[in-house]
């Protein structure tokens, strides 16, 4: 199997990489591992791969070109256009790691573990493009309720989950058949571990308000950033017009409409 690991910090992987599971299944050539540095994709002397939200906001977003750009470098192909769906084949997964994604479980390590190729988006700041999420990436993943700084971590630990379960890794096969967490999520013994994770990105979920009787917390809103127009998919035109009432309530919405479709669990 192969992993793309798209990132702003390459040196970060030098270490988590290289111990254990991961590594004897680099050395077996069970697992080939590729680092991609996504500010070899930009095109200004600064190396810009973030700007700011439009719609206004705290901190900096991703941009979508170079991400589009670094995925279609690493598989020779385009990625589309608007108008067009994702060229993608079946044994290949681009994997966002995002707060607003859908949890990562045993059952998903165990999907990704039937696949070939893996590519990593590593998300930053207050988050990424959301036609990164929409029209790049195939899934986007969460792997937990708590803030880690970026996607790298939360990378490192999906390629772990996802390594001991290919054959071969662990050199006894049947020894991922009584662990702690069974595909399908129960446990398997007493006293077994406990799911960790990160949300993948800077963003913590939006506490939401008491009406439309919602209970429970939010996902982010999606964020998205210059250029406004990006192959054909423009960004709404509420967040570019200035009227401040206008994008919060349609933020809400987003925010609301993303939580239902990526994690219902959070709607109580």
Known sequence: MRFDLVTIFPQFFAGPLD????????????????????REFTKDRHRTVDDRPFGGGEG??????PLFEAVEALLGQP??????????????????LSAAGKMFRQ????????????VFLCGRYEGVDERVAEHLATEETSIGDLVLSGG???????????????????GNEASTQNESFRADG?????????PVGSLGSASLPAASRSEDNLR?????YPQYTRPAEFR???????????????????RRAAAIEKTRRNRPDLLR
């Open 152 to 170: 790298e971590l939360a990378a490192a630990l999906v390629i772990d989950a996802v390594t001991r379960l290919l054959p071969g890794a662990l």
């Open 79 to 96: 990625m589309g256009n608007a108008g067009e769906g994702k060229a993608v084949d079946s044994g290949i997964a681009i994997v966002l």
């Open 19 to 38: 111990h254990g599971i991961v590594r004897k299944a680099r050395e077996a050539g069970i697992v080939d591992i590729g680092i991609q540095d996504l």
């Open 186 to 194: 129960s446990h398997a013994q007493s006293g077994g571990q406990v």
């Open 232 to 250: 054909g998919w423009a960004v709404p035109e509420v967040l570019i017009g200035g009227n401040h009432a206008a994008v919060a309530k349609w």
């Open 216 to 220: 429970g917390v939010l996902l982010d």
């Open 60 to 65: 900096m977003v991703l941009k979508p070109e």
């Open 107 to 118: 059952d998903t390590a165990r999907r990704f573990a039937e696949l070939r190729r893996i």
